[in-house]
């Protein structure tokens, strides 16, 4: 028999990554629903002051490693470390954020730990003591249940933005061990950490996308869809279209073959709507479309479409935004 | 340098995904097979390299005789040899069975870097390239938008959210590689190129030749599997605004729909 439900925390830069209070909340329910207590682990630099924090979102116990080798994300660091303790725990499952480190971590603890993962799940159900996790393929054309052998451990890495997140509850405080864990020596490490301060909202984790696509006509066009952006603190995002001719970096680009993303609404500015770029943003939970050409296929997607040249409706768009915004 | 390119071969991202009549698996009758972009991305880092460095460019794969097709595309951009496994003990295999069989060949080769894709654009499982290493106890770094290397460790610069690190590692090492076509660019196959991949070596391994045994990467070996699959939920039709308004009309409906219906901002 198992002994709890183990969940893996994020911590950059002083901080719990959001994404961790989501894995905590959802392993919060998969405990409960086995009847177990949940385990938060928790590694990194300097991340023992803020430990306690995960008991806000239902964790019972934390397990943090803390130490300066530990500051920033390599696997061959984080992996053993986070193995030993895991070991110790014996757990009936463990959950994990399908962050950028999070899905590099899961792969390799996973196989460390020979255990099922279940990679980037958007759903876990438990049904009389058995788990089963949902998770998109073909960047959301289709809907996997995944489920564990006899025996197998089940590790879920939870996307992020999609599960529930409970309200911190400041009252309820974690109880916290120190583990003296043996950082190895790593043929691998971090050089320098770049973080954009300015205050840009990540794809994967924003409420509000706007994207531009081949319609946009040339990079210096985004500069409405910036403002745009700026006015309902969005995102910007791009089709393949645009960032294949250079409009916008890489990093940018929703779609199979660029980042899949779930806000609350996902504005296409100028995108045509092909099927690799529908698969990224076809989970949004709702969707707008503004394209000149009334066939375009976004339009079979988005939940309200507005048939008009983007360069004469987004500015207007953006101004209405305003007066709405300085009115409530 | 001695280099290995770990490869999927997946459905074109143009597919229309159908679900089987099992409801467990997909259609695969009518589908264009295609390297997967992400893994094509490291064919073009593993060329670079052998073109600074010299030495040689293994394809490794696994899965049906058809992904043969894929390994001759990687051969005609200019790899030296390919190895396929190709058995079908591996049919339901999870990815550490996969990984366990990749990594004997991998040992075999002994190279001083392996390259793959960081996910792949089918069941987008995100685990080969780090399972691999693990299982060959070495160092990888994840998300390779850029690589540099001197010949003895490697550089790449890894986005994350919100910014990017750049990481280095000493080699031999496994880099799993991010970015798109427009950062890697990769090259096409020449129509030399395409005549000389004929004539490159190409070997299909059993499972008796990786010197693994079936109970740890067969099917019934799978720690976990898909047990139905579903379409995503349809959209219901949605509304087109326009009611005979103008563009200042639509953009003042467009918001109080957002706002008041929706209530999305």
Redesign the interface.
């Given at each position: 028999m198992a002994d709890c439900v183990c969940v893996v925390s994020e911590f950059r830069a002083g901080n719990f990554?959001r994404v961790s209070f989501e894995v905590a909340s959802e392993g919060r329910r998969v405990a409960d629903a086995l009847g177990l207590p949940l385990y938060g682990i928790a590694v990194g630099s300097g991340v023992s002051d803020k430990a306690e924090e995960l008991g806000f979102y239902g964790v019972d116990k934390v397990f943090v490693a803390d130490d300066a080798a530990l500051e920033?994300y390599?696997?061959?660091t984080y992996?053993p470390v986070m193995a030993e303790i895991i070991q110790g725990l014996n757990p009936a499952a463990i959950l994990l954020p399908a962050?950028?480190?999070g899905?590099?971590l899961?792969?390799?603890l996973?196989?460390?730990l020979?255990?099922?993962?279940?990679?980037?799940c958007t759903e876990v159900v438990c049904e009389n003591g058995v788990l089963?996790a949902k998770?998109?393929?073909?960047?959301?054309?289709?809907?996997?249940?995944?489920?564990?052998?006899q025996g197998?451990?089940?590790m879920i890495s939870c996307r992020p933005n999609v599960m529930d997140c409970k309200a911190a509850d400041a009252s309820r405080k974690a109880a916290v061990e120190k583990v003296d864990a043996a950082v190895p020596e790593?043929?691998?490490?971090?050089?320098?950490?770049?973080?954009?301060t300015s205050g840009?909202v990540?794809l994967?984790?924003a409420e509000?996308i706007v994207s531009g696509g081949r319609g946009m006509k040339g990079p210096e066009n985004f500069t409405i869809l910036e403002e745009l952006a700026r006015e309902?603190g969005a995102a910007v995002g791009a089709s393949?279209a645009a960032?294949?001719a250079?409009w916008r970096p890489?990093?940018d680009?929703v779609g199979?073959?660029?980042k899949v993303v779930n806000p609350?609404?996902y504005i296409a500015v100028g995108i045509s709507g092909?099927?690799?770029h529908l698969?990224g943003m076809?989970?949004s939970?709702?969707?707008?479309?503004v394209n000149k050409d009334?066939e375009a296929p976004i339009?079979?997607?988005?939940?309200?479409?507005?048939?008009?040249d983007l360069f004469?409706?987004v500015p207007?768009?953006t101004?209405?935004?305003r007066?709405?915004k300085s009115t409530? | 340098m001695n280099i290995v390119v770990l490869l999927k071969q997946t459905p074109d991202t143009e597919s229309v995904i159908r679900i089987a009549g099992d409801k467990r698996s997909i259609v695969t009758d009518d589908l264009k097979w295609i390297i997967n972009p992400y893994d094509e991305f490291a064919v073009e880092a593993a060329l670079r390299l052998k073109e600074k460095y010299g030495g040689t460019v293994t394809i490794v794969s696994l899965g049906p005789q058809r992904v043969v097709e894929s390994i001759r595309t990687a051969l005609a951009m200019g790899a030296d040899k390919g190895v396929l496994i190709d058995d079908e003990v591996f049919e339901g295999s999870d990815s550490l069975g996969v990984a366990k069989a990749l990594a004997a060949v991998v040992r075999e080769i002994n190279p001083d870097i392996v390259l793959c894709g960081s996910r792949a654009v089918d069941y987008d499982l995100g685990q080969r390239g780090p399972m691999v290493a693990e299982i060959l106890n070495w160092p990888h770094l994840g998300l390779a938008v850029s690589l540099e290397s001197d010949g003895a460790k490697v550089t790449i610069e890894r986005p994350i959210e919100g910014g990017k690190v750049t990481l280095e590692v000493d080699l031999p090492a496994l880099v799993t590689m991010g970015g798109s076509h427009a950062v890697w660019n990769p090259r096409y196959a020449s129509l030399p190129g395409i005549m000389k991949a004929k004539k490159k070596p190409l070997d299909v391994k059993k499972l008796a030749d990786l010197g693994l045994d079936a109970s740890e990467v067969s099917g019934d070996a799978a720690r976990i599997r898909i047990t139905s699959l579903e379409p995503p939920p349809e959209r219901a039709a949605g509304r087109i605004i326009d009611g005979g308004l103008d563009t200042a009309g639509k953009a003042k409906e467009l918001v109080r729909a957002l706002h008041e219906e929706a209530k999305v901002i």
């Open positions: 990554r920033h390599v696997a061959e992996v962050s950028v480190d899905k590099d899961s792969a390799r996973a196989a460390r020979q255990a099922g993962l279940a990679q980037d089963k998770r998109p393929i073909f960047a959301g054309k289709c809907l996997a249940w995944c489920e564990w052998s197998a451990l089940p790593a043929r691998s490490r971090a050089l320098s950490v770049d973080l954009d840009k990540e994967t984790e509000i309902l393949r960032v294949d250079g890489h990093s680009q199979q073959t660029g609350n609404l092909a099927i690799q698969a076809g989970s939970k709702f969707i707008v479309a009334p339009f079979s997607k988005a939940d309200f479409g507005v048939v008009e004469n409706f207007v768009f101004e209405e935004v007066v709405l409530c | -």
